[in-house]
């Protein structure tokens, strides 16, 4: 599987747009994306995952760049309780997900 | 509906010492997972069930690790016996649903301390 690139960490301000990149230039052409979180003390979370085209759900949207070796996760108006680590990662399938160690973002008042 | 459901939350034991971890996953998923989270660094597998075989325990060390999922529902993770070493967090994750739904469905962790 593709490895993955993730900033260590990252700030926001509360009620913003949270903007999390990921490089992942060595992707294959049936790997997806996927975005995972954990909140301090719990297990991981899904968020969203996807192929080639964009992806929206009630949590965040997920832009992937054409030539398919960036994305970005948003979330669209951040809160206290979207601190958490957020993992990208890029698998042919979600039964064989390897987590680095993931962005660490802290919203803040 | 339950989630993943795990215990105990919390173990210390001296090193050694035998530990044990029981998993009981999402009703009527097929798929069941352990993974291991040490300090700062993301979950990593272990093993990977479909239903009561194990298909992938390539990073499960075998000479003191076992695990079952007898009747292909819950499943017990054992470790003996324990090292300093193994202190982490011990995660189990199901889910169902055909093979790239994409969710896997985690459980809150077992912690165990070895001393």
């Known amino acids: 599987d593709a490895k993955t690139t993730q900033p260590p960490s990252m700030d926001c301000a509360e009620g913003r747009a949270a903007n999390l990149p990921c490089n992942h230039s060595?992707?294959?052409?049936?790997?997806?994306v996927y975005w995972y979180r954990q909140i301090h003390s719990q297990g991981p979370q899904y968020i969203i995952h996807g192929l080639k085209n964009n992806e929206t759900n009630e949590m965040a949207s997920l832009i992937i760049t054409e030539d398919r070796k960036s994305s970005t996760l948003i979330l669209p108006h951040a809160t206290l309780r979207d601190t958490a680590v957020y993992y990208c990662?890029?698998?042919?399938?979600?039964?064989?997900?390897?987590f680095g160690t993931g962005t660490r973002l802290q919203v803040t008042l | 509906e339950a989630g993943v459901v795990q215990s105990p939350r919390y173990k210390i034991i001296e090193k050694k010492q035998p530990v044990a971890f029981w998993c009981n996953p999402i009703s009527g998923h097929n798929t069941l997972y352990w993974y291991r989270q040490n300090l700062g660094q993301g979950p990593e597998l272990l093993i990977r069930y479909e239903n009561e075989e194990a298909v992938d325990d390539s990073q499960l060390p075998k000479d003191r690790f076992s695990a079952e999922r007898l009747k292909g529902v819950d499943s017990t993770l054992k470790i003996q016996p324990a090292e300093l070493g193994d202190s982490a967090v011990y995660l189990c994750?199901?889910?169902?649903?055909?093979?790239?739904?994409?969710?896997?469905?985690f459980g809150e962790g077992s912690r165990l301390t070895v001393l």
């Open positions: 990662i890029v698998a042919g399938t979600a039964s064989k997900l390897t």
């Open positions: 060595t992707i294959s052409g049936n790997e997806y």
């Open positions: 994750a199901s889910s169902g649903g055909g093979a790239n739904t994409g969710e896997l469905f």
